[in-house]
T-cell receptor
Framework: EPEVTQTPSHQVTQMGQEVILRCVPI?????FYWYRQILGQKVEFLVS????????KSEIFDDQFSVERPDGSNFTLKIRSTKLEDSAMYFC??????????????FGPGTRLTVL | QKEVEQNSGPLSVPEGAIASLNCTYS??????FFWYRQYSGKSPELIMS????GDKEDGRFTAQLNKASQYVSLLIRDSQPSDSATYLC?????????????FGKGTRLSVIA
């Protein structure tokens, strides 16, 4: 069964450093998302991406964040200058089959980001 | 501000019993409703989706939707210890498209053997 994959599984970085989180969405999906979950809190939407551009973004997704689909398979989230409060699990998700389908979003295993 | 509310639990049920999980949402325009299961330290895993009023059954799971009351529930029959997890309710505004999921905080379920 196809699944969303994410790398790395755990990233430790120093405050102020840049990090890039990588995702490979399900191959025949059209819509891609990033969510985050701070420990003990709810899953929060960051950004959605369709047709090589951002569709929607939340208040959390400020200028320090960017997303990119550098090739036909990868989808990346870059945090330019990490802060302590960026420590969280970051989940990539994808949805919507080519040719039709509903909005069901399938999540990757997540990247745990720890900012020291 | 769109809100999804869930009782955080923990909800403890004995093995073999029915577990009932509830969720209310604030946005009357919500169209799609999902239940995800999340084990500690893992990602959300889709259990059920429901789009119209009434019941939808899938194996031991039944989702119930009442749009007039802005209420969605999940019943788990014959609960097993492996069902012990946090159950997340999530809603979106559209059936087709790429609108974001709005999640509740989740209800922690503990099935006691």
């Amino acid at each position: 069964e196809p699944e969303v994959t994410q790398t790395p599984s755990h990233q430790v970085t120093q405050m102020g450093q840049e990090v890039i989180l990588r995702c490979v969405p399900i191959s025949n999906h059209l819509y891609f998302y990033w969510y985050r979950q701070i420990l003990g809190q709810k899953v929060e939407f960051l950004v959605s991406f369709y047709n090589n551009e951002i569709s929607e973004k939340s208040e959390i997704f400020d200028d320090q964040f960017s997303v990119e689909r550098p090739d036909g398979s990868n989808f990346t989230l870059k945090i330019r200058s990490t802060k302590l409060e960026d420590s969280a699990m970051y989940f990539c998700a994808s949805s919507r089959l080519v040719g039709g389908g509903t909005d069901t979003q399938y999540f990757g295993p997540g990247t745990r980001l720890t900012v020291l | 501000q769109k809100e999804v509310e869930q009782n955080s639990g923990p909800l403890s049920v004995p093995e073999g019993a029915i577990a009932s999980l509830n969720c209310t949402y604030s946005d009357r325009g919500s169209q799609s409703f999902f239940w995800y299961r999340q084990y500690s330290g893992k990602s959300p895993e889709l259990i059920m989706s429901i789009y119209s009023n009434g019941d939808k059954e899938d194996g031991r799971f039944t989702a119930q939707l009442n749009k007039a009351s802005q209420y969605v529930s999940l019943l788990i029959r014959d609960s097993q210890p492996s069902d012990s997890a946090t159950y997340l309710c999530a809603v979106t505004e559209e059936v087709v498209g790429n609108t974001p999921l709005v999640f509740g905080k989740g209800t922690r379920l503990s099935v006691i053997a």
